[in-house]
């Protein structure tokens, strides 16, 4: 069974940062593309990030680049999410996602963890 | 960047069928994916590659491509269709839709 799972959110202040990392297990993690995902309070989906299967190719949304760093350990089956400069506008429950396609789009999600800045 | 435009809500009767669209200049040339979200849930692909259905989504469910928007069909929809539904394709998520079943 696919499962991701996610930690390290939390309560930050404004520029503060925070190190969100995935687990994940019943799959062959080092095969498989992976994006973070997050939902403001009340609001819709936004993508965040794309890491190829190596960690060779990364996007990122205009959003948070220059102050987000994805990466990945594929000996620990771990994705991670750096996030540094953290504003209001980041306050979100942040979703580890397996992409399915290549292009952002996900088949299996965690269950997210919330990330709250605020002084 | 582009974006991809849903109506905000759409309401069917039970047993009615539920359409929610997506629109997007390059749906032509990139698949697109639609998720349900069930409040305090995470998201559950319900479509992939326009119109392909994962295994254990009901057979209600289907979608279709035409141009520059995709469709996403719920056929006989019932209560527990109620949700919220967001289209994605390269990397951009529609505004999503809430469906309520009246």
């Known amino acids: 069974e696919v499962q991701l799972v996610e930690s390290g959110g939390g309560l930050v202040q404004p520029g503060g940062s925070l190190r969100l990392s995935c687990a994940a297990s019943g799959f062959t993690f080092s095969s498989y593309e992976m994006n973070w995902v997050r939902q403001a309070p009340g609001k819709g989906l936004e993508w965040v990030s794309y890491i190829s299967s190596s960690g060779s190719t990364i996007y990122y949304a205009d959003s948070v680049k220059g102050r987000f760093t994805i990466s990945r350990d594929n000996a620990k089956n771990s994705l991670y999410l750096q996030m540094n400069s953290l504003r209001a506008e980041d306050t979100a429950v942040y979703y580890c996602?397996?992409?399915?396609?290549?292009?952002?789009?996900?088949?299996?999600w965690g269950q997210g963890t919330l990330v709250t800045v605020s002084s | 960047s582009y974006e991809l435009t849903q109506p905000p809500s759409v309401s069917v009767s039970p047993g009615q069928t539920a359409r929610i669209t997506c629109s997007g200049d390059?749906?032509?040339?990139?698949?697109a994916y639609w998720y349900q979200q069930k409040p305090g849930q995470a998201p559950v692909l319900v479509i992939y590659k326009d119109s392909e259905r994962p295994s254990g989504i009901p057979e209600r469910f289907s979608g279709s491509s035409s141009g520059t928007t995709v469709t996403l069909t719920i056929s006989g929809v019932q209560a527990e269709d109620e949700a919220d539904y967001y289209c994605q394709s390269a990397y951009r998520f529609g505004g999503g839709t809430k469906l309520t079943v009246l």
């Open positions: 996602a397996r992409d399915m396609g290549g292009d952002g789009s996900a088949d299996y």
């Open positions: 390059a749906l032509p040339k990139q698949y």
